[in-house]
T-cell receptor, first 115, second 116 residues
Framework: QQQVKQSPQSLIVQKGGISIINCAYE??????FPWYQQFPGKGPALLIA?????SEKKEGRFTISFNKSAKQFSLHIMDSQPGDSATYFCAASPNSGGSNYKLTFGKGTLLTVNP | EAQVTQNPRYLITVTGKKLTVTCSQNMNHEYMSWYRQDPGLGLRQIYYSMNVEVTDKGDVPEGYKVSRKEKRNFPLILESPSPNQTSLYFC???????????????FGPGTRLTVT
């Protein structure tokens, strides 16, 4: 059972364009939604994260939009740059109650930004 | 520098030969976890630990063991590796009691394991 569905699998955008990656989750116990960025040969690194009490969070060119009723969240990369070319993973986890703080990951999106 | 380290980074071994992948963090984190990454499957949790001597299974624990004798170390043990354990492995850690509270998990650089 895949609890976090991510789309698209791959995405090609031109420099300066907007990259949009979408995720949907099923488990209502999730209350922490991070996005990770992974470059080849490196471990995932936290890019930006959101909790369900807000509908949007922006950090520089990166914005998370969150729709709690639809159980969906998305990553928007404005003014995409070739250096943003990487694999992006959405994830979700519970963040309270003494439970396993396991991150449940989407399958990833390979973003290529052409110069 | 705050970091999670893993060793070795690359390993090629044969079926049945026991191996250990080490993981160490210098951030005094209580929670540590192992994930494996496979093409098209994302990252899946193998085992996790909430603190010293407290470990539990994740989603794909078959064929793996872990131990947590010290807070900073969380080795992953494959007692009889098989080809289906060929994968990219990541160790991660997070604080459970930091102030201000943060849920960020820090990942190591990965260990690419090939079992022939």
């Amino acid at each position: 059972q895949q609890q976090v569905k991510q789309s698209p699998q791959s995405l090609i955008v031109q420099k300066g364009g907007i990259s949009i990656i979408n995720c949907a989750y099923e488990n209502t116990a999730f209350d922490y939604f991070p996005w990770y960025q992974q470059f080849p040969g490196k471990g995932p690194a936290l890019l930006i994260a959101i909790r369900p009490d807000v509908s949007e969070k922006k950090e520089g060119r990166f914005t998370i939009s969150f729709n709690k009723s639809a159980k969906q969240f998305s990553l928007h990369i404005m003014d995409s740059q070739p250096g943003d070319s990487a694999t992006y993973f959405c994830a979700a986890s519970p963040n309270s109650g003494g439970s396993n703080y396991k991150l449940t990951f989407g399958k990833g999106t390979l973003l290529t930004v052409n110069p | 520098e705050a970091q999670v380290t893993q060793n070795p980074r690359y390993l090629i071994t044969v079926t049945g030969k026991k191996l250990t992948v080490t993981c160490s963090q210098n951030m005094n984190h209580e929670y540590m976890s192992w994930y494996r990454q496979d093409p098209g499957l994302g990252l899946r949790q193998i085992y996790y630990s909430m603190n010293v001597e407290v470990t539990d299974k994740g989603d794909v624990p078959e064929g793996y063991k872990v131990s947590r004798k010290e807070k900073r170390n969380f080795p992953l043990i494959l007692e009889s590796p098989s080809p289906n354990q060929t994968s990219l492995y990541f160790c991660a850690s997070r604080s459970l009691f930091s102030v201000p509270r943060t849920a960020e998990q820090y990942f190591g650089p990965g260990t690419r394991l090939t079992v022939t």
